[in-house]
């Protein structure tokens, strides 16, 4: 901020230091997730990249189709997919959402009889940020390479090439995963994959997208009137927070998989005290298997969703916060609003099932210590609120 203040589109000595940063950050990208230098795309948000993803994708469709075509979402996707994608309704989209099970995965057979010859694109998160479902997303993936094989021997030879590379893109939201698992296009399987700095202890403020320069003629800008971020994002670059961001990722992805068993720990830690002072207690997601037995690879070491059945999750948040413990119920963006949360509706529970449970959310930061201090806390809390 003090020192590399320049404009990274100017070319006096100020300007190519701000620009030298910017191409350090997007390099770690490239070199971290294994993708070109030129398929980092920055965003002020995670949000702004899903949106990119879901409306420019339409947006650039439309040109040649104006009567839209398919749009697959899963039921529990975050709302910056879920509401841009329900809009596309109004532009001569269908929009289909798949269902998760009880658990909040959705079913890949699910996907392949949804798909049609006009679908333009698949978007299903990697891990939901309300309970920590993993969804098959590698599966999906080779689901959709399938069928867009078989979509491309329906078409005369010269078309072949061509349509291998278009339509549908698979995009995934991996805001969450991104401290925990190996979130490449390689691994994933996904085409477009959305980041988000402040789910890795980095800077509010700057997300990205990661798209393949072959698929960038597959997608419009949100915002124009600049150059920047290879023509698909106009705006001065944020430089102090993508550096952060930067930073972060690399904070974080050299020891992932040491971290991820260390909170999924405390994470059972947590979820076995919990069921010893409230028996009564339940998951929401996939639960633990054994006090011993760490998360079988279907969800997030880091989030707890538990129904508290007969305790209300207005008031035992409230409670925990007055001493000290932050939970939450819902989406952090959606916290403000009254409805229950649209994840927990989507997965088939009811009303009441998801006014009664409250995510915890556990970090690097949390202690050993914190997990009997917190049980103590939510013991009192319910007592209290049970009478």
Not at 4 to 10: I, K
Not at 92 to 108: A, D, H, L, R
Not at 146 to 166: D, I, V, W, Y
Not at 289 to 298: E, F, H, M, P, R
Request: aromatic fraction near 6%; proline fraction near 6%.
């Amino acid at each position: 901020l003090k020192r590399t203040f320049g404009n990274p589109g100017s070319i006096h000595s100020f300007g190519q230091e701000a620009i030298s940063l910017l191409d350090q950050a997007r390099q770690n990208f490239s070199k971290t997730l294994g993708v070109g230098f030129r398929d980092v795309i920055f965003t002020a948000s995670a949000t702004e990249a899903n949106n990119l993803a879901v409306r420019g994708i339409a947006e650039e469709y439309r040109k040649t189709n104006p009567t839209g075509g398919r749009v697959i979402i899963s039921a529990i996707e975050h709302d910056s997919v879920g509401i841009p994608a329900r809009a596309l309704s109004h532009m001569g989209f269908e929009v289909i959402e798949i269902k998760p099970n009880k658990q909040g995965v959705i079913s890949v057979s699910d996907v392949a009889a949804s798909l049609t010859s006009d679908t333009i694109l698949v978007s299903v998160m990697l891990g939901n940020n309300e309970i920590g479902t993993l969804q098959p997303l590698p599966k999906i993936s080779s689901l959709i390479r399938e069928f867009k094989s078989s979509q491309s021997l329906t078409k005369g030879p010269k078309q072949n090439q061509k349509a291998a590379c278009r339509w549908p893109l698979l995009h995934s939201d991996a805001s969450q995963c991104l401290q925990f698992m190996d979130c490449s296009p390689q691994a994933t399987g996904a085409d477009l994959i959305t980041l988000s700095s402040q789910k890795i202890y980095g800077p509010k403020g700057a997300g990205a997208l990661i798209l393949p320069e072959k698929f960038r003629g597959l997608i419009s800008p949100l915002i124009t009137g600049g150059h920047q971020e290879w023509g698909l994002r106009a705006g001065t670059e944020n430089v102090p927070t993508i550096a952060g961001f930067s930073a972060a990722l690399s904070y974080v992805y050299t020891d992932r998989e040491k971290e991820a068993i260390h909170i999924a720990k405390l994470r059972h830690q947590l979820w076995f005290g919990i069921k010893k002072i409230f028996p009564r207690a339940l998951i929401n997601g996939i639960p633990p298997v054994s006090k011993t037995q760490l998360a079988n690879g279907d969800s997030l070491p880091h989030i707890l969703n538990i129904r508290f059945p007969g305790i209300p999750s207005d008031e035992l948040i409230t409670a925990l916060d007055m001493q000290g413990v932050a939970v939450s119920a819902g989406a952090a963006c959606a916290m403000r609003s009254p409805d229950p949360s649209s994840t927990l509706l989507a997965m088939g529970l009811s009303e009441q099932v998801a006014k009664e449970s409250i995510r915890f959310s556990l970090g690097r930061p949390t202690t050993e210590q914190e997990i009997p201090a917190t049980i103590r806390i939510l013991q009192s809390s319910l007592k209290k609120l049970a009478n």
